[in-house]
Structures are given as structure tokens and as C-alpha cells.
């Protein structure tokens, strides 16, 4: 269940802006003895805590420029739904009756890279399907306890479907999927590796 709080996030250039957040209780991840580099670059520092502050439902309003002193566009009536996934916060901003994520208007991680000392973020924005468009990629999925410890090669296709191939973005990625042991952060399932290149506009 999440809790609801009022947001307002700003995007420049398809890049968010987020505001600072009141902190809301969240799971408490137990500690455990760190045996190896990559468990204590994976581990939660003091940037983790901050993310998982900003974890629950937000009700949100986003303001968009498409190129630098261009007409700003203004959309609210949308919902931040965000939610840690190891050390990474996820977010999926979509209307607030959406449930299923069927209509979803943007998809973004962010997080801390220790080894860098930087942080980095990553989205897809559905609303513009051909301003980025993968040219090939490799999906590795882990093993799903809810799956008998086997990949969810299905429910992967139900997300490919819902970007690529649909009336908006007929395009389709070529790409790769198999199922790996594990992945570096325990608590993924999913990992995709991909080239996209930056599509020219429709004259």
C-alpha cells in the first residue's frame, strides 16, 4: 500500500527535476556482514536512505520544454508510483485510475553509483515512442521464485509489447533474451542491455 503525498517534479529536456520530499517510513532492509567490494558498493549508503525516502504514490505535476527557450507544456492529473528495487529507486509515472500500468507515461531509474561517486538515471518516456529507439539489445533475466526459479520470458514480452510494435511506435527492437544465474543487485530480475539510436523529426 503506498502512501500519497503532494509533488511537484519538473522535466527539462526529458530529464526530471525532483523536488525535495517529507521522509515516509519504509521496510527496513537488515544488515548483513559485507564479504566482497561488490556487496559494499551494492550495499545502502546514505544516498539509498535518501531514494527510499522518496518511495510511496505522488501526485504530480510535470513541466516539459522540448528544446532550449521553447513553449513549456504543463500536465498534471498524474501519479509518481515509486518503489526500491535493491538500491535503485524506480519510478512509473502513469494516471492515477491506472492500475494495471497500461498507460504508462514515463518509466526512469535513478540511482547512486559508489564506484563513480555520481548519480545516474535512466528513462523512457512513452509519450515520444519514436525519439528514441533501441537498435538492438540483450535481456538477461534471473531466475523467479514465483516462477519455479525459472525467467519470466512471458511477462518480459508483455512489457516489450506495451513500448514496441503497438499504433503509436510500430518500430521493433531486435534483441536477445536468456536467462542468467543471477544478476549483480539480488533483488533484480531483469537487466537489458541495449544501442538505441535518436531517430530524425518528421518534416
Partial sequence: MFDRREFLGGAVL??????PAAAI????????????TAQRLN???PEADRLAQRAGLWDVV??????????????SGLVA??????????EILRPPADIGRRAVARADMLAYNRMEGRWGYVSFDTRAPVGLMPAWSNVY???DP??????DYAGMNEGYRQFFGTSEN????ARATVQVVALAEPAFLVEIEATAVRMPAKR
Avoid at 508510483?81 to 524506480?90: D, I, K, N, T
Avoid at 514465483?146 to 525467467?151: E, F, K, L, P, R
Wanted: proline share 7%.
Fill in 14 to 19: 526529458g530529464a526530471a527535476s525532483l523536488a
Fill in 141 to 143: 533475466l534471473a531466475g
Fill in 62 to 75: 510535470e513541466t516539459v520544454w522540448d528544446r532550449p527557450e521553447g513553449e513549456s507544456v504543463t500536465t
Fill in 25 to 36: 517510513a519504509g521496510a527496513q532492509i537488515p544488515s548483513t556482514p559485507i564479504a566482497n
Fill in 146 to 151: 514465483a516462477n519455479g526459479g525459472g525467467m
Fill in 81 to 90: 508510483e515509486r518503489a526500491m528495487f535493491g538500491s535503485m529507486l524506480q
Fill in 43 to 45: 550495499a545502502f549508503g
Fill in 170 to 173: 510500430p518500430n521493433l527492437a
